[in-house]
């Protein structure tokens, strides 16, 4: 893991806050060679009183605790004047109550059955500036009027198809155009599970889909995304929006895998242009888009080519087999 260390060359300080002692030894334990554990509270008083103390770069608050919950700690500890991101923990694998999380501004929900797997990953996250995310789902209520940048993680493919159609799902039910650039199985495996949902997606003037062999061979130029192509290329999405979605102002939400292939064809650093290049494209367009990376496919790559591909996205997220 890579975190920011505080401008003294130290660990970033950390509060954890939850109500079973045990839990948080196990946690303190986990974290201490990559931050400094200043604080253990196990209820929400004594985590005000802690962090006027100790000035937290970062906090981690169960969301279910006696007396303050989670939520209503957060709020406290706002009052108090902390301005330290907080990552909720929950014994719960609730989509709602992470919303609910993210909408109260928490900056990243773990789930305490995935602590070994996504605490770290989530703190690194959050002190990068981004998001860290359980599931796209649990975003959904955050990206009406677009503005996100989201990559997913995924070891299966089965479940990862699973929760990019439930995306879809609820943004075609919100009136979203959507664009679904991917490889076949992508394409096949969101369209097959989109028609078990009741959406007749062949037919939906809301429903776009561009291979992404063909995508490439337009972008590409000796190996690197052409910035203009890429412009182009969001322009047009952009006219489609504002032609089939719910109003002028209704949202894209595009999917695209364009990048997997790129890096497993041994060119990540077109990959990670391709990112940056979009960012310039759609900064200030009402896009939501999604981008699917699998696991395997830094695998043979220099360390730095995930924390790069991070860097161009604001939210970070895993899906369940991960």
Not at 129 to 139: D, E, K, V, W
Not at 178 to 188: A, F, K, N
Not at 279 to 302: I, M
Request: with cysteine; glycine share 10%; hydrophobic share 40%.
């Amino acid at each position: 893991m890579a975190t920011r260390h505080r401008p003294d060359g130290g660990k970033p300080r950390l509060l954890l806050i939850d109500d079973h002692r045990p839990l948080l030894d196990k946690v303190s334990a986990m974290l201490a060679a990559d931050f400094d554990v200043a604080g253990l509270a196990t209820d929400g008083r004594q985590a005000i009183d802690i962090a006027n103390r100790i000035d937290p770069d970062l906090i981690v608050l169960d969301v279910q605790m006696p007396v303050l919950d989670g939520f209503r700690t957060m709020h406290e500890l706002e009052q108090a004047g902390s301005r330290a991101p907080v990552v909720f923990l929950s014994a719960a694998v609730d989509d709602d109550q992470a919303s609910e999380a993210f909408r109260r501004g928490g900056r990243g929900y773990v789930s305490k059955l995935r602590i070994a797997r996504d605490l770290s990953t989530a703190l690194d996250q959050v002190l990068h500036g981004r998001l860290f995310a359980p599931s796209l789902t649990s975003l959904f209520e955050l990206t009406a009027g677009g503005g996100h940048h989201v990559m997913q993680r995924h070891r299966g493919m089965e479940p990862f198809l699973d929760g990019l159609a439930r995306f879809f799902d609820r943004a075609l039910c919100r009136g979203d155009a959507t664009c679904v650039i991917g490889t076949e199985d992508v394409r096949v495996g969101v369209e097959r599970r989109l028609r078990d949902a009741g959406w007749n997606v062949s037919a939906n003037p809301r429903y776009l889909v561009i291979d992404v062999a063909d995508a490439l061979k337009r972008v590409l130029r000796n190996g690197l995304p052409d910035p203009d192509v890429v412009a182009e290329i969001a322009s047009e999405l952009d006219g489609y929006r504002r032609a089939v979605s719910a109003g002028p102002t209704g949202t894209l939400t595009v999917f695209g895998n364009m990048v997997v292939p790129l890096i497993t064809g041994g060119n990540a650093t077109a990959a990670v242009a391709l990112e940056r290049e979009w960012n310039r494209a759609t900064h200030d367009l009402p896009f939501v888009t999604l981008c699917g990376y699998s696991s395997s496919c830094f695998d043979g790559h220099t360390p730095d080519a995930w924390s790069k591909a991070c860097d161009e996205h604001g939210v970070v997220s895993h899906t369940a087999d991960t």
